[in-house]
T-cell receptor, first 115, second 113 residues
Framework: DTGVSQDPRHKITKRGQNVTFRCDPI?????LYWYRQTLGQGPEFLTY????????KSRLLSDRFSAERPKGSFSTLEIQRTEQGDSAMYLC?????????????FGEGSWLTVV | DQQVKQNSPSLSVQEGRISILNCDYT??????FLWYKKYPAEGPTFLIS?????DKNEDGRFTVFLNKSAKHLSLHIVPSQPGDSAVYFC????????????FGTGTRLQVTL
């Protein structure tokens, strides 16, 4: 069963360092999403790609965050100059564009702790 | 502003009984609703969905009801099992977006023996 795969699952970094997360979506899915979840909250949308094009970005995505999906397959999310407020679970998800009501499938998440 | 609200942070139900999880929304442009289940340290797992043109969708032990006039949906789990203990998130898609979901804050369900 090749679901959405994320790496690394856990990352502890010092404030000010850069971190990068990788996501491999379900193979036939052309849409890929990044969400962030903090304790006691539901996942919050960050950005999404259709194939290699980044079509929407949330206001939550500050200039320190950048996401890429260079060949329309895997994606990376980089956080530069990390701050303690960046500590969260970063969730990747994918879906197949097929008209109305696309179900989004999530990976297991990447935990980031900024110390 | 919280467009999707789950006002009950927790719910405890006895095994075998019905669990009812509620969700309210404020955005009348939402046209597709989903329920996800989440275990600690894992990503959300899709459970069931419903489009705004329906008022009920059923899948095994899970049934979702949608009341558009009240902007309310609910997830029924019958019968509840200990393995159902998790956090349940309600999510909604705006008709103006491709697939971006807005989530509620979740309800922690505990199914007791």
């Amino acid at each position: 069963d090749t679901g959405v795969s994320q790496d690394p699952r856990h990352k502890i970094t010092k404030r000010g360092q850069n971190v990068t997360f990788r996501c491999d979506p379900i193979s036939e899915h052309n849409r890929l999403y990044w969400y962030r979840q903090t304790l006691g909250q539901g996942p919050e949308f960050l950005t999404y790609f259709q194939n290699e094009a980044q079509l929407e970005k949330s206001r939550l995505l500050s200039d320190r965050f950048s996401a890429e999906r260079p060949k329309g397959s895997f994606s990376t999310l980089e956080i530069q100059r990390t701050e303690q407020g960046d500590s969260a679970m970063y969730l990747c998800a994918s879906s197949l564009q097929q008209g109305f009501g696309n179900t989004i499938y999530f990976g297991e998440g990447s935990w980031l702790t900024v110390v | 502003d919280q467009q999707v609200k789950q006002n009950s942070p927790s719910l405890s139900v006895q095994e075998g009984r019905i669990s009812i999880l509620n969700c309210d929304y404020t955005n009348s442009m939402f046209d597709y609703f989903l329920w996800y289940k989440k275990y600690p340290a894992e990503g959300p797992t899709f459970l069931i969905s419903i489009s705004s043109i329906k008022d009920k969708n059923e899948d095994g032990r899970f049934t979702v009801f949608l009341n558009k006039s009240a902007k309310h949906l609910s997830l029924h789990i019958v019968p509840s099992q200990p393995g159902d203990s998790a956090v349940y998130f309600c999510a909604a898609k705006d008709t103006g977006t491709a697939s971006k979901l807005t989530f509620g804050t979740g309800t922690r369900l505990q199914v007791t023996l």
